[in-house]
């Protein structure tokens, strides 16, 4: 079993930073990729920031350069660092990782999500 947690949201303004922090619970998972994605109201779910197994990692437009994604391996966390937040910013976040399940089942999971509001 996987239970994917996200922390860290809140309200802040224009400027600020915020964490965010992914907790992983699980038994006989090995995670190799991991990402941060987020929705706002009216609008289709996009990618933050997603790192693969090989170190790869990719930007959602406008976050490069401010936003970067750090996996704690001690902790079974993966942390999303925000800095220079703008209004454009404010979405639910989600985490998001995949990886094996047990030897050979490829799984992927999702967490609920936490609120970031950024005011002008």
């Known amino acids: 079993q996987v239970q994917v947690a996200e922390s860290g949201g809140g309200l802040v303004q224009a400027g600020g930073s915020l964490k965010l922090t992914c907790a992983i619970s699980a038994n006989d998972f090995t995670i190799h990729d991991m990402g941060w994605y987020r929705q706002a109201p009216g609008k289709q779910r996009e990618l933050v920031v997603a790192r693969t197994s090989t170190g790869r990692v990719n930007y959602g437009d406008s976050v490069e350069g401010r936003f970067t994604i750090f996996r704690n391996n001690a902790k079974n966390t993966v942390e999303l660092q925000m800095n220079s937040l703008v209004p454009e910013d404010t979405a639910v976040y989600y985490c998001?990782?995949?990886?094996?399940?047990?030897?050979?089942?490829?799984?992927?999971?999702w967490g609920q999500g936490t609120q970031v509001t950024v005011s002008a």
């Open positions: 998001h990782v995949a990886g094996w399940l047990g030897a050979s089942t490829w799984k992927d999971f």
